[in-house]
C-alpha cells in the first residue's frame, strides 16, 4: 500500500515536498516513480529512482527543478520540487516497481497510491 503526502498550492516560484511511505511491502526490493496527471490530461512520467536509491531519471519537463530520493529505512520515496511552474499543476502518484534500476515505463509499475494533488497558482 502506498499514501502519498505534503501535496498542496504554492505560488510560481515556490517549493513543495512530496512523501510517499510503503507499506506491507519489502520496499527496498522496488525501483519507485512519481507520475503526474495534469487537469484534462493523460499521466505522465516524472521520476524515478533505482532500489539503492544512487541512480535516478527524470522527464526533461522537470530536470533541474525536480529531486528524487528515498530513504529505505523509512520505506519512503520522496520528490522535492522547486521552481515550481503553473504547468506543474497536476495530481501526482507514486508509484512502485519490483526491479532493481529505475523505469520510465509505466507498465513497470505494479502499486500505486491514490496520489496527492498539487496546484501552482501565477
Known amino acids: 500500500q502506498l499514501q502519498a503526502s505534503g501535496g498542496g498550492l504554492a505560488q510560481a516560484g515556490g517549493s513543495l515536498t512530496l512523501s510517499c511511505v510503503v507499506s506491507?511491502?519489502?520496499?527496498?526490493?522496488?525501483?519507485m516513480g512519481w507520475y503526474r496527471q495534469p487537469p484534462g490530461r493523460g499521466r505522465e512520467f516524472v521520476a524515478s529512482?533505482?532500489?539503492?536509491?544512487?541512480?535516478?531519471w527524470y522527464s526533461d519537463s522537470v530536470k533541474g527543478r525536480f529531486t528524487i530520493s528515498r530513504d529505505n529505512a523509512k520505506n519512503t520515496v520522496y520528490l522535492q520540487m522547486t521552481n515550481l511552474k503553473p504547468d506543474d499543476t497536476a495530481r501526482y502518484y507514486c508509484?512502485?516497481?519490483?526491479?532493481?534500476?529505475?523505469?520510465?515505463?509505466?507498465?513497470?509499475?505494479?502499486?500505486w497510491g491514490p496520489g496527492a494533488q498539487v496546484t501552482v497558482s501565477s
Open positions: 506491507g511491502g519489502p520496499f527496498s526490493n522496488y525501483a
Open positions: 508509484g512502485a516497481a519490483p526491479r532493481t534500476g529505475y523505469t520510465n515505463y509505466e507498465k513497470h509499475y505494479k502499486l
Open positions: 529512482i533505482n532500489k539503492f536509491g544512487d541512480s535516478s
